[in-house]
């Protein structure tokens, strides 16, 4: 499913190249649980970023699904990242002007999905995630774990092949982290392809698949693969 | 068409939160639609007074005459063929069947003589005035006689019977009748019975010799003969078939005249013409300047509020970068990022436009509906000229048109800005 290959990414910000990513071979499969630790700064989020296709690698191939990301236009990418990938984030970057609802419909709005198909499709995932009484609340008016659930839903409701969370339970109390945790499991359980950047030491839990990334490389790489 | 309802659809939810989002810039959002309102606003109300302004002189102008030339006698200044110079020319009767006849491009010609100091008398009335005399029939077209209702102008009989009747201005009717009925009554005119066949209908009329059509009477030019002493004619007048001609044929009368009348066919000086044709031409060419002026300080209004519009735009780009990487993220794709910004700003654009035109249009109706029939055409032409803007067509397609352009405009630049926003920046955001 996911296949990356001497993956090196360096950000230029003025006089100093920073090297997130010194050459980092991954494979995952479908159905993996994976889950990414490693120090502050290691290139977790940069590795993450280029998975969800949100960034481009400076060198490597990346293949998702067969497709070499770097023969893909804009237009290609946000394609792919509406339907084959659903993000969740630490700060759940939900649109604060937009219900709990709207939030999970805009995926299937930039799909194409026709009204009463979307209608069904948003209140069956917000049913899932056990929302289904705060549907018309905008952000604000829920808490962090209900937030969490909101993006959660929105990165489910176009049936992605993969799900990545950057610590998704990184701004949550330790109850409501436990809960999305659970939830996450879940969702692997039913089939569902994650991958985790998480600090949470119980992610040990749930999955003895760890990638271990260290000053923009991957250590032990045999445990992956 | 499934798919453009979706893409409605889908447009729809975003202006929906584009709307909750502008909840918050109210006060902002207020002073550009009233920017926006009131570039419309002046341009419309530029524009279709600047419209109402031309026309209303065109037909202050057709009040002298349409497409018509009027022909006066002056003195040679050359000598010719042994005659000396300074010798007047004057018109005969016979001048006017003479041009008639060798000027095809003239359609209608008329004599005229006139008289000051006629008196009129009706009852116990008398008034004091102008008349004159015509030989044409078509004069009701050529200097825009046309009859009040129940009454006619000189017809062919009365021409060449030499009857005595009367075609009066609607100043001396009321003069003389009040407001009883003229038609079919007679008058005295320097103690002669005249029957009136007609009343001049009302009109603006801008150009003048004498004094107004107003205050003056008309009668057959053959009547005229019989009564007053006028050996010369005060004036020929006529109408030719191509507006475009008007030089030609006043070279065509020159010539024509120089042979009969023997004076030098270069001598300009014994013919006077004032075309009112050439007036009208560039009256009109005048006032399309003026529009196309008002058009463009109209114009210019609404691109200063339209700046506004875009600047707006900008600030709200800026305040959206993270909602905008959002919708990145999750697979927008630029050209909606892009649709979204420039139909925002057409909607601010929209929505100013209809309250600016909504307003100039009930500003143009209140001033139109001010009374014309009681005015005083004569006295209050300033009034009538201002008091008749025109909303038409070209004010409505001109404004729709710049506006939109604006909108496109104040839209197109922060829309392109929104579209390079890179969501992995975006999201980081704070
Ligand atoms: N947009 C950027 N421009 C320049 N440098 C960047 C950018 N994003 C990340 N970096 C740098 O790349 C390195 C890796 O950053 P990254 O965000 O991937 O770390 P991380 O493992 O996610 O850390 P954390 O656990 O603190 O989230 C860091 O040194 C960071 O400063
Ligand atoms: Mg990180």
């Given amino acids: 499913m996911i296949r990356m290959e001497k993956i090196r990414k360096i950000y230029s910000t003025g006089k100093v190249d920073v090297e997130a990513l010194r050459g980092v071979n991954l494979h995952i499969k479908k159905g993996d649980f994976v889950t990414v630790i490693g120090p502050s700064g290691s290139g977790k989020s940069t590795l993450m970023n280029i998975m969800g296709c949100l960034d481009k690698p400076t060198t490597g191939d990346y293949i998702l699904n067969g497709t070499n990301i770097k023969n893909l236009n804009d237009n290609q990418l946000s394609e792919l990242r509406n339907h084959e990938i659903g993000f969740v984030f630490q700060n759940f970057n939900l649109l604060p002007y937009a219900s709990a609802y709207e939030n999970v419909e805009m995926p299937l709005l930039f799909a194409g999905v026709g009204g009463k198909k979307r209608k069904q499709k948003v209140e069956a995932i917000l ?96 445990l992956v693969a | 068409m499934a798919e453009k309802l979706n893409e409605f659809m889908k447009n729809m939810l975003l202006i929906r939160l584009f709307v909750r989002e502008l909840k918050k810039e109210r006060r902002k959002i207020f002073l550009t639609i009233a920017g926006i309102a009131w570039g419309t606003l002046t341009i419309i109300l530029l524009l279709s007074f600047g419209q109402g302004l031309s026309t209303q002189m065109l037909r202050g102008q057709k009040g002298l005459g349409n497409n018509i030339v009027l022909m006066f006698g002056g003195q040679t200044s050359m000598e010719y063929k042994g005659l000396p110079q300074g010798r007047p020319i004057r018109f005969l009767d016979d001048d006017v069947t003479l041009l008639e006849n060798s000027i095809p491009e003239i359609d209608n010609i008329t004599a005229e003589y006139d008289q000051w100091g006629t008196v009129y008398k009706y009852n116990d009335k008398a008034v004091t005035e102008r008349i004159r005399g015509v030989s044409s029939m078509a004069y009701d077209d050529m200097r825009s006689h046309f009859p009040q209702k129940g009454g006619r102008f000189l017809n062919n009989n009365d021409m060449k019977e030499r009857r005595r009747v009367i075609f009066i201005g609607w100043e001396l009717k009321k003069q003389l009748f009040e407001s009883e009925d003229a038609v079919g009554k007679t008058i005295l005119m320097n103690d002669i019975p005249f029957t009136v066949v007609g009343v001049l209908q009302k009109k603006m009329q801008m150009g003048m010799y004498g004094g107004p059509d107003a205050n003056c009477a008309v009668i057959p030019a053959s009547t005229f003969r019989g009564i007053f002493s006028n050996y010369y004619l005060s004036r020929i007048i006529y109408q030719v078939n191509d507006i475009d001609k008007s030089k030609y044929v006043e070279q065509q009368v020159r010539r024509v005249l120089s042979r009969k009348k023997q004076y030098h066919p270069d001598d300009n000086n014994t013919l006077h013409f004032w075309d009112t044709i050439e007036n009208a ?20 209004t609404l691109i200063i509020a339209s700046v506004g519009v875009a600047n707006i735009m900008y600030v709200t780009v800026k305040k959206r970068t993270r ?32 309250i600016g035109a909504s307003i100039s249009w009930l500003i143009i109706k209140a001033v139109q509906s001010i009374p014309q029939e009681s005015a005083d055409f004569g006295k209050n032409m300033a009034l009538q000229i201002l008091t008749n803007p025109e909303f038409d067509w070209t004010v409505a397609i001109s404004t729709g048109i710049i506006l939109g352009l604006v909108g496109l405009l104040s839209g197109f630049f922060p829309a392109r800005k929104a579209a390079q926003v890179d969501p992995m920046v975006a999201l980081h955001y704070e």
């Fill in chain 1, 127 to 222: 049913n899932k995630v056990g929302l289904s009484d705060r549907m018309d609340h905008r952000p604000n008016e829920l808490s962090g774990g209900q937030k969490q659930r909101v993006a959660i839903a929105r990165a489910l409701v176009n049936d992605p092949n993969i799900i990545l969370a950057d610590e998704p339970t990184g701004n949550l109390d330790s109850h409501s982290g436990r809960e999305i945790m659970e939830l996450f499991v879940n969702l692997w359980q039913e089939g569902h392809t994650i991958v985790m950047i998480t600090h949470d030491p119980r992610a040990k839990e749930y999955t003895d698949n760890f990638v271990n990334i260290t000053d923009g490389k991957i250590l032990r790489e045999e």
């Fill in chain 2, 281 to 300: 031409k560039q009256t009109r060419i005048a006032f399309t300047g003026i529009t196309i002026f008002l058009g463009v300080i109209g114009a210019m």
């Fill in chain 2, 323 to 354: 909602e905008i990487g959002i919708k990145r993220a999750i697979g927008a794709k630029k050209s909606l990022i892009k649709t979204q910004f420039i139909t925002e700003a057409l909607l601010i654009d929209l929505v100013g436009g209809f």
